[in-house]
């Protein structure tokens, strides 16, 4: 078990090497506006752009290697001291996080500032969506084709349709009309400093996004329930008389285990995508909205930055996901 | 010679071979339908948004573009069904109009995305070996990234607009394509009439072209319709967030977020909009559903 952990973690920084690499490929060689043309105005003259490109280090060659076309077959490769990349991987390496393009603040800060509202927002909608998706699925499939079944399974169709930009802006707008209650958009308060103000915020829009998905996690479940429950063993326990719950939930939920845990994490990685439309709407101030204006001001190293973290994450959750099928299905560990 | 009529000999092998009568033929191929009424929702739902997307302005009442014609902020009325928005355009007509974006953007997904996915989908599950490999854990790479990031990146190196959307949706249905043709062909290739095909002497692509291909066409189907609800989710959602269509442009999402600024006085400049986009999505999602346990009930309510 340790020692599996221990190989999986070894291929961590070489996934977060490559996506790293391929951040920098997209951002920096696709054609798109020049990002010092677009801090500089519309008023500026060529000289002034050029300096600001100086200042921001976009004069220097991008990959410390560069290959280019010479009167010969053979292509010219160049080696550069001082790449782009190569300072910034490095920088990463050492646990500098560099500096925002623009404002020149430090990401380290930013990033602690911005990580707990995201982290509270992403954990309770998982919460939400784990038990709501399980439990209905369980009683989707346990009263198979009874009206609770048909509504569970409506739900879940619908759920998986509307958008969610559309059911936050409902959020605003609903209880404003109907209770005269204005949502807290915006300013975050930690939990421990004042707790109601803090969850006013949060609850509903984990609720939103929970909702959103569970949609995907209560037809899984209530399928691999469904075929679990006609499976031997599951007729054996219920043939020596046990009550159905015990059946339900120490059987057949066991054994359903495994694909549950996967529909859950496929179920973080959407409810991590639609924290950034809440975070946007909501005006929370978490790594989402920081994203977002992120991807809007062209501010390369913020989007470096946030999509190295965003892998290390995705890879992170696999890697839990993993482990507990370990840790649930003996037959995955002796393997 | 004798002329003797004789009684007809070949209605006589008629009533003596005759097969179990059979419903016409549409009526077959109605009736799955009859008994899905969701399924059938679904299916006039799709029929409408595409006869709105083709015809949308024509039909609409007023221009959708013109500014001040009517009042602000009308409630919905006889003469303006959906209202008005901030700038006195009739919102029924914009959401006619709408509908014309979300279905062109859908059809470029399929047809840069999907449509190539699969092919090479069915390829790879057909012929299997090591681009199989390689296709197969990229794409498992790409859906274990959540696709808002990817996209903002994209955007954020070649800036806002449909172009860097259609492009990044249009490379999750190619490998949302290919995953699930490749199921599907790799079942398909070890069926008999393959087998069959093969000792008649069939070159693999003559198999793949006149046999698997038609097949399989009703998977194709399903996976082009959850596609297609994909497509319009993610052309809405990012428009909204404005980093898709140029505004003033007809369309769901970024007219959404045009009334979000005004909506808790006037509800209805986002109402519309946000349910026609739900319906649309539902529609497509029932559509599949629905073929999908016509087609294999075994796969009934997964995924």
């Known amino acids: ?335 | 010679m004798a002329t003797a009529v004789r009684p007809a000999p070949r209605a006589a092998a008629e009533t003596a071979f005759e097969l179990p009568r059979q419903a016409p033929l549409l009526l077959r191929l109605a009736r799955p339908w009859l008994r899905n009424p969701l399924g059938l929702i679904g299916l006039i739902i799709v029929v409408v948004f595409v006869v709105a997307g083709v015809l949308g302005p024509a039909l609409a009442p007023h221009d959708p573009r013109a500014l001040g014609e009517s009042p602000k902020f009308l409630s919905p009325s006889f003469d303006h069904p959906f209202g008005t928005d901030r700038l006195g355009r009739d919102i029924f007509s914009r959401t006619l109009s709408g509908a014309r974006l979300s279905l062109t953007f859908g059809a470029l997904v399929l047809l840069m995305g999907f449509i190539p996915g699969s092919a090479l989908g069915i390829l790879s599950g057909y012929f299997g070996r090591w681009v199989d490999y390689l296709i197969q854990r990229s794409g498992e790479a790409w859906t274990a990234f959540p696709q808002l990031p990817i996209l903002l990146t994209v955007i954020a190196a070649v800036g806002p607009g449909l172009k860097a959307v259609v492009i990044v949706v249009a490379i999750g249905a190619i490998f949302g394509g290919s995953r699930l043709l490749r199921a599907v062909a790799l079942v398909e290739k070890h069926k008999d009439y393959v087998l069959a095909a093969r000792s008649l002497g069939g070159s693999e692509g003559h198999i793949l072209r006149v046999h698997i291909v038609p097949n399989i066409m009703p998977y194709i189907l399903v996976g082009a319709s959850s596609v297609f609800a994909v497509a319009v989710l993610a052309e809405a959602s990012l428009s909204f967030l404005g980093l898709g269509v140029q505004p003033g442009t007809p369309g769901w999402g970024i007219d959404l977020a045009d009334g979000r600024g005004r909506a808790t006085e006037y509800p209805h400049v986002v109402l519309f909009y946000g349910l026609v986009i739900s319906v649309v999505v539902l529609g497509f999602n029932l559509l599949g559903d629905t073929l999908r346990d016509i087609l294999d009930p075994r796969l009934r309510g997964s995924r």
Do not use: C
């Open chain 1, 1 to 335: 078990m340790l020692r599996y952990t221990l190989r999986r973690l070894s291929w961590l920084p070489i996934i977060l090497f490559g996506v790293s690499l391929i951040a920098f490929v997209v951002l920096r060689t696709l054609p798109g506006q020049d990002p010092a043309t677009a801090i500089a105005g519309q008023g500026a003259t060529p000289e002034q752009i050029q300096q600001l490109r100086d200042q921001l280090g976009l004069e220097r060659p991008i990959f410390p290697i560069s290959v280019t076309r010479t009167a010969v077959v053979v292509p010219a490769f160049h080696v550069h001291a001082h790449s782009q990349y190569s300072e910034w991987i490095g920088n990463l390496v050492r646990g500098d996080f560099s500096r925002e393009f623009y404002s020149k603040k430090p990401i380290r800060d930013e990033f602690k500032r911005r990580f707990f509202p995201s982290f509270e927002l992403v954990a309770m909608s998982l919460s939400i969506s784990a038990v709501i998706g399980i439990a209905f699925g369980i009683l989707s499939a346990v009263y198979r084709n009874s009206w609770l079944d048909y509504v569970v399974r409506l739900t879940a169709v619908i759920g998986a349709s509307v958008p969610e930009f559309f059911l936050l802006t409902l959020l605003i707008v609903i209880p404003s009309r109907v209770w005269n209650y204005s949502m807290p958009v915006g300013g975050y308060v930690a939990p421990w400093e004042d707790l109601g103000r803090n969850l006013r915020l949060f609850v509903p829009a984990a609720l939103v996004l929970g909702f959103a998905g569970s949609a995907g996690l209560m037809r899984l479940v209530r399928t691999t329930m469904l075929e679990v429950l006609r499976a031997d063993y599951v007729r054996t326990a219920r043939a020596k008389g046990l009550s159905g719950r015990v059946v339900v939930l120490e059987h057949a939920l066991r054994n359903s285990a495994t694909p549950i845990l996967t529909a859950l994490g496929t179920s973080f990685v959407a409810i991590f995508g639609g924290s950034v439309i809440a975070e946007v709407i909501l005006s929370i101030q978490g790594l989402g909205l920081w994203f977002f204006t992120a991807a809007q001001q062209r501010d390369l190293t913020v989007i470096q930055f946030l999509v190295v973290y965003t892998a290390f994450v995705v890879v992170i959750v696999n890697l839990i996901v993993d482990l507990s099928y370990a840790w649930l299905d003996p037959r995955v560990r002796y393997n």
